[in-house]
């Protein structure tokens, strides 16, 4: 079923066909010409890293209410990946980075649902945060502190793993992953590339 019936600037109807030049089917305004396109959304977060702790935030919204994550959320228009990443970690963890502070650290490709995360190393100077809305508490972490089994996605318990396993390498390369469902619908996490980058003083 089509979201769309009518066009937004015309008001003329929608069809979905595929137009001139492309090779996909789109909502097209058979008035004014114009396309419809629908493309993949982007959720932006940070790994927020406190001493030796990472912080989390316990959701307080569906899905996964009740479940711990990292500050993450759909990126703005107007905004960058980063300055969505620090306004997130703002707004649900009441927690401040500074963009000289953060480094690209993980993205994950979620083609089966249409989206892209993206995550950001981050070094904390204070332990002062606050849980936003969106977050029924918020807390810092030790490795062996972890709720693993309450953790509420697949992207952010790999981002944990990978950082700590980094952690004891000194070693944090940014690194590509893509997220998928198998045909026996499995989801199946696969390392596309990474980078080798060794860096010390925003994580300790």
Known sequence: MRAMKYCQHCAGPITRHIPPGDDKLRDCCLQCDVVFYQNPNNIVGTLPVFGDRVLLCRRAIEPRLGKWTLPAGFMENGESTLEGAIRETREEAGAQLQPEDC?????????????????F????????????????????????????????????????????????QTLFPVRMFDLRYDEQHTLRLSLLSHSHHKDGEIHH
């Not at 650290?105 to 989206?115: A, G």
């Not at 100077?125 to 030790?142: C, I, K, N, Q, T």
């Not at 693993?148 to 981002?159: G, K, L, N, Y």
């Open 121 to 168: 190393l981050g070094k904390l100077h204070s332990a002062d945060f606050d849980p936003g809305p969106e977050s029924l508490e918020v807390a810092l972490f030790r490795e062996e502190e972890i709720p693993w089994d309450e953790i509420a996605f697949t992207v952010v318990r790999r981002a944990l793993e990978q950082y700590f396993d980094d952690r004891r």
């Open 103 to 119: 480094q690209l650290y993980s993205l994950f490709n979620l083609p089966d649902i249409n989206q892209v995360y993206l995550f």
